[in-house]
């Protein structure tokens, strides 16, 4: 995809952008080493992306982080991800808590590591008067599971009485995801040249504009982001209508 010069940049942002951040293995292999070096590279990328994302005024960011079937990876690269979030939140949750930014992390956290846990609820509890952007991290997520773990709060509240069978619609559903609450992402961009959603917002991507783009993702920055959402901002979306909805 074209990177467009700064007189080209999008005149307007959608209000929420998810990314896949795919291709930090191929990035590190590339240049001969490990792909724990490429996951290091691609924390730097999401810093600029964040800071990126900001300034251009998107409201919402969620990016892929830890997959639940990244588990299947060796134990060596998965510990290194995990270390990878502990010193990212380490170094960078005061300059996003003073810079307005609202830390979210979506995904089952049930069997994560202690610390993990506590470092993940610290993020959003100190965030969480923040309103400038809200970065919502998917860790051990997968759209399967969460759409699994909806469906088990609902029954379980049929069950109790709380709702009715015969009211559950797409917006009750909704409402018992990860997400609730928050507007479904505009725009999801995948980097790395990899077409498809690997498990990713399955329930909310119903309508969301796709972008794929052949930067890997340590190289990943704020032209790159312009560029996808100036490809955005060319799309019609009609939601399945005839017209043209504005976003």
């Not at 995809?1 to 998810?18: E, G, K």
């Not at 009750?172 to 040249?193: E, K």
């Amino acid at each position: 995809m074209a990177q467009p010069s700064a007189s080209q940049a999008p005149a307007s942002s959608p209000r929420h952008v998810a990314i896949i951040m795919d291709g930090n293995g191929r990035w590190a292999k590339q240049r001969g080493r490990p792909r724990t070096f490429g996951h290091a590279e691609g924390v730097e990328a999401l810093r600029r992306t964040v800071e990126a994302a900001g300034e251009l005024g998107v409201q919402y960011l969620t990016v892929f982080g830890f997959s639940t079937e990244n588990w299947r990876r060796p134990a060596e690269e998965v510990s290194a991800l995990f270390d990878l979030l502990r010193l990212y939140v380490a170094r960078d949750l005061d300059k996003l808590v003073n810079e307005g930014v609202r830390v979210r992390v979506i995904g089952e956290r049930k069997g994560l590591q202690p610390d993990i846990a506590e470092i993940i609820e610290n993020a959003e509890a100190k965030s969480r008067q923040n309103d400038k952007l809200n970065l919502i991290i998917a860790f051990n997520y997968g759209g399967q599971d969460e759409i699994a773990r909806a469906a088990r709060r609902l029954v379980a509240d049929v069950a109790a009485g709380k709702i009715r069978t015969e009211d559950i619609n797409p917006d009750t559903f909704g409402a018992y995801l990860d997400t609730a609450g928050w507007p479904p992402p505009d725009l999801l961009i995948r980097t790395s040249n990899e077409y498809r959603l690997s498990n990713f917002m399955l329930w909310q991507a119903a309508y969301t504009e796709l972008v794929f783009t052949d930067t890997l993702w340590p190289d990943f920055d704020k032209r790159a982001l312009e560029s996808a959402i100036a490809e955005y901002n060319k799309r019609e979306r009609r939601f399945g209508g005839t017209e043209p909805v504005a976003s």
